[in-house]
Nanobody, 119 residues
Framework: QVQLVESGGGLVQAGGSLRLSCAIL???????????FEWHRQAPGKQREVVAG???????TYADSVKGRFTISRDNAKNTMFLQMNSLKPEDTAVYYC??????????WGQGTQVTVSS
């Protein structure tokens, strides 16, 4: 079983930066079965949306709203995924969740971390 633990959220002024981390806990067998790693976010009153993703092969994808500002990455040795967020805007305010999906389509979510961007 995989467990995801997020950290790094907080309050930042517009134009600032934050780096979110997601520790991927589990056996080597379990973590090797992960096909995709993603960050999602949910703002108040809005549906949860995917922000960025990275495949097991390293291919990255981004929502149009964050392209050029956010970077998703992984540290395989530390079983951790990251979301570097630069040039933050008030509309980036949301609870951010990390998510993994295995080759067998099993999904796991982290508990979420709040990001608040003040204007």
């Amino acid at each position: 079983q995989v467990q995801l633990v997020e950290s790094g959220g907080g309050l930042v002024q517009a134009g600032g930066s934050l780096r979110l981390s997601c520790a991927i806990l589990g056996s080597t067998f379990s973590t090797n079965r992960i096909r995709t790693f993603e960050w999602h976010r949910q703002a108040p009153g809005k549906q949860r949306e995917v922000v960025a993703g990275i495949s097991s092969g390293g291919t990255t994808t981004y929502a149009d709203s964050v392209k050029g500002r956010f970077t998703i990455s992984r540290d395989n040795a530390k079983n951790t995924m990251f979301l570097q967020m630069n040039s933050l805007k008030p509309e980036d305010t949301a609870v951010y969740y990390c998510k993994t999906t295995t080759y067998g389509q099993v999904e796991k979510w982290g508990q979420g971390t709040q990001v608040t961007v003040s204007s």
